[in-house]
């Protein structure tokens, strides 16, 4: 009976995801807890998800010990960094690992399509034309924009108002670090906390 709830509890990774589902990796009662507000236009948000983000999800991927959590924060500097998040945050509903896949792809391309703003054609590329076609009809679904709003909302609760922005709970204790870090130094503070 233990063994059908743990399952029960795991997050279906093929199913779709609700809006504000964004948890990339983990649990929320994870021991290490890392909260970014990120925006897909900003170059030193790409260097830091490309550096930094892609190596943190690929070593602490198994034993649910450090919970990610993305958040979007679009500045309002960035003309095309809103439709981005649109797309983003519509690829949802093709599955936790789609969203993954054109999160890291937008921020791969950003010089492409934040120079141009055609998204679709860049994210074709990384998708089948089923998902394109579900994508295509998502991104026009209302509750994005109010998703959108709700996750800026936080973020200017908590201050945010430069990117990338992130929060690191470990211990109990909430720290805050504005820019990013070298992967090296951000797994030498949490490797402590995952013993």
Known sequence: MLVLWIVAQAPEKAAQMKLDDDILMGWPDSPVRIELFSDFECPSCRVFYLDTVTRLLSEYSAGNKVCFVF???PLTSHPVSRMATRYALASKSLGHDQWLKVIEYLYTCQVEWSYDGKI???LSRILSDQDMAKLKEEVKNPAIEQAI???VSLGNSKDVNSTPT???TMG???QR???GLPFPVLK????PYLK
């Not at 030498?188 to 490797?191: G, V």
């Open 149 to 151: 709003d709700r996750s």
């Open 177 to 179: 670090v504005t820019g």
């Open 120 to 122: 679709e054609p860049v």
């Open 166 to 168: 992130f929060f690191v």
């Open 71 to 73: 958040r979007d924060f």
């Open 172 to 174: 109990g204790k909430e």
């Open 188 to 191: 030498a503070s949490i490797d």
